[in-house]
């Protein structure tokens, strides 16, 4: 059984490659599962040189290597952030496309890119979205994106390709919240090892230190996420809930305001907020924020 542990330690250190990484990341926790991945990833790159046999520069071989991955399709896009899950994508025959959300597909990319030689391979990154930049060349590759190859900058900020395996972790956790909250911290533990910045993993973190009371360390983790992106909705909505557990039900409602008069068309604001209205008996101010919310979704 692999030590994640070590596989992170090792990640950090420059000891472990990052398509190892992602691999174990992903959920494959034996020696022989990983071998088995890696030769699916050398078919991929042996059917890409079969493909593509030419030299070229640098941004030449990013466009070849989109090109190959996802040419012009439409569609693209699903829910599954695991390396594993697009590496079998790519490789069913029966679909014409790669899918995954753009935490994996991200991951393809780079792990594949890095085979070929591409230089200057990193990620752009903002709350909730992660993608491929090739700093040398200025180039802005979004994998979820049909003409996603050199598009506009995104602002963002940048990073390493290690913060992938964290943004793994914390898809991870994400799934596992409300079914096994031990195993989801432990994930997201990892995720802010890996990277300490991770918004996602700070603001989920924090819920459940709530949860349990830890009252200290999830404001902790909130207002790192504060500090690192003040204009980012979600970080208020997340402390409004640990201001809820603690029982400060009015600093709760003025972040839940706050939020929402950053971004109110998230109709999951209002949702929260028609939740904590209900709590309080104010029945007519959470139908009314209960139909926003609907309002938003049907429109």
């Given at each position: 059984m692999i030590n994640?542990?070590?596989?992170?330690?090792?990640?950090?250190?420059?000891d472990c490659s990052l398509e190892r990484s992602l691999i174990?990341?992903?959920?494959?926790?034996?020696?022989?599962?990983v071998s088995g991945y890696l030769e699916k990833l050398d078919l991929i790159q042996q059917r890409y040189h079969d493909k593509i046999e030419r030299k070229g520069t640098n941004k030449e071989k990013a466009q070849w290597l989109f090109d190959y991955m996802w040419g012009m399709t439409h569609?693209?896009?699903?829910?599954?952030?695991?390396?594993?899950?697009?590496?079998d994508s790519k490789l069913d025959l029966e679909r014409k496309f790669v899918r995954g959300d753009c935490t994996s597909l991200?991951?393809?990319?780079?792990?594949?890119?890095?085979?070929?030689?591409?230089?200057?391979?990193?990620v752009g990154y903002k709350p909730e979205h992660i993608f491929n930049f090739i700093e040398n060349d200025n180039l802005t590759i979004e994998t979820t994106n049909p003409y996603g190859f050199d598009l506009l900058s995104i602002e963002s900020k940048k990073g390493d390709l290690n913060l992938l395996v964290s943004r793994t972790y914390n898809n991870r956790a994400a799934d596992l919240v409300e079914k096994d909250i031990g195993l989801a911290l432990k994930y997201l533990n990892y995720s802010l090892t890996i990277d300490p910045k991770c918004a996602e993993s700070l603001i989920m973190r924090a819920a459940v230190f709530s949860r349990s009371s830890e009252f200290v360390n999830a404001f902790e983790d909130v207002n790192v996420t504060l500090d690192?992106?003040?204009?980012w909705e979600m970080t208020y909505f997340a402390r409004?809930?640990?201001r809820k557990e603690f029982g400060d039900i009015p600093g709760c409602l003025s972040d839940l305001d706050l939020a929402i008069e950053m971004n109110p068309?998230?109709?999951g604001l209002y949702v929260g907020r028609s939740e904590v209205h209900f709590g309080l008996k104010n029945y007519q101010k959470a139908i009314e924020d209960f139909e926003k919310a609907n309002n938003i979704r049907e429109s």
């Open positions: 994640e542990e070590v596989m992170i330690e090792d990640l950090l250190k420059g174990i990341a992903s959920g494959v926790r034996s020696e022989e599962g569609r693209r896009y699903n829910d599954s952030s695991l390396l594993t899950n697009a590496i991200t991951a393809l990319y780079s792990v594949l890119g890095l085979r070929i030689g591409i230089k200057g391979l990193n690192l992106y003040p204009k409004a809930f640990v068309e998230n109709l």
